[in-house]
């Protein structure tokens, strides 16, 4: 059966035509983003590993709690037990390289879309696109365009990642109570006072909502993203699959399931106020000292 739109052709022609005449521009992209990643990749490497357990442990009680902060250490355990620690370190170093790139493109797009209606009339469609095309097709291009390894997977997943980002930071500016806004211009703020000083300071819990799905969704195609030689934890998930071994499979995913919890606790309490984020530890401790405060009170 012939096609009566032969849209897909149309798409690999135009893919082939920029490989063809802009090959040396990809070229160039490549090396900035792989340098990027190897930088990151490298830092945490380089970090010991009891030194990056503290790390996340310590963010861990200071954001959520005690409690957190004794899951993170025993996954991270557990994880380092079962001989994936390296390759946690590789998922994390991609996870956090496709995020940053993914919010240094979202945010400021986000803020554009809430102030321009035509913008956002632009980019929805395209946002809809980028979520809702299945993973795997992103895949195709990049690597036609990039080759096999990190570069391919990191753009993938800046592309699969990057909408919530959009969204989430537009919905937070354009919901900012007007009252607050005409407060900060009656107070002689310029457009860009009001947007640093009144606009996003009072978004920012939408805003850390869109970067916790931002790495969220970072962390998931980074693992699809393996089928093109990303590396980390995919491959060994990938591997389980070619070769049906379930213990594989089931150890390697069971470190990406710690990986995100502690990624989304982490990253979700940024999005809560500090008293909230710190009430599960400190909150203890004044009831235990307000306890102790009262029969002295009593005696005296």
């Known amino acids: 059966m012939s096609e009566i739109i032969p849209l897909g052709s149309w798409v690999d022609h135009g893919v082939h ?3 063809d005449h802009d090959a ?8 900035v983003i792989e340098s990027f990643a190897a930088a990151v990749e490298h830092s945490l490497q380089a970090i ?5 357990m503290a790390i996340f442990v310590g963010i861990g009680l ?3 709690g005690w409690r957190f902060a004794a899951f993170t250490l025993l996954s991270l355990l557990l994880i380092y037990a079962t001989n994936f620690w390296d390759q946690m370190v590789i998922t994390l170093g991609l996870t956090l390289s496709s995020t940053l790139i993914s919010l240094l493109l979202g945010i400021p797009l986000g803020i554009w879309t809430a102030k321009s209606k035509y913008v956002e009339m632009a980019v929805r469609p395209v946002l809809d696109l980028m979520q809702t095309m299945p993973a795997f097709v992103y895949l195709i291009p990049a690597a036609m365009l990039f080759g096999l390894g990190r570069v391919p997977g990191i753009l ?3 592309i699969f990642a990057m909408p919530p980002a959009v969204r989430l930071t537009s919905l937070g500016i ?5 009252e607050i806004v005409e407060a900060g211009q009656a107070f002689g703020c310029t457009p860009w006072q009001l947007l640093y000083k ?3 300071p009072n978004a920012l819990p ?5 970067v916790n799905q931002t790495i969220m969704m970072a962390l998931s195609m980074v693992i699809i993203a393996s089928m093109v030689g990303a590396g980390g934890l995919g491959n060994d998930v990938l591997a389980s699959i070619q070769r049906l071994d379930i213990g594989l499979g089931f150890e390697s995913g069971l470190s990406v399931v710690l990986l995100a919890i502690i990624l989304d606790r982490i990253t979700e309490s940024f999005g809560r106020s500090p008293g909230m984020a710190r009430a599960p530890l400190f909150s203890g401790i004044k009831s235990v000292m307000k306890v102790r405060r009262a029969p002295a009170a009593q005696q005296g």
């Open 24 to 31: 040396k521009t990809f070229d160039s992209i490549g090396k």
């Open 174 to 178: 354009k919901h900012v109570n007007r």
């Open 206 to 210: 939408s805003i850390m909502t869109g």
């Open 17 to 19: 035509y920029l490989l």
């Open 48 to 52: 010991p590993m009891w030194a990056l």
């Open 62 to 64: 200071w954001r959520v």
């Open 198 to 200: 009144v606009q996003i």
């Open 156 to 158: 993938s997943t800046v």
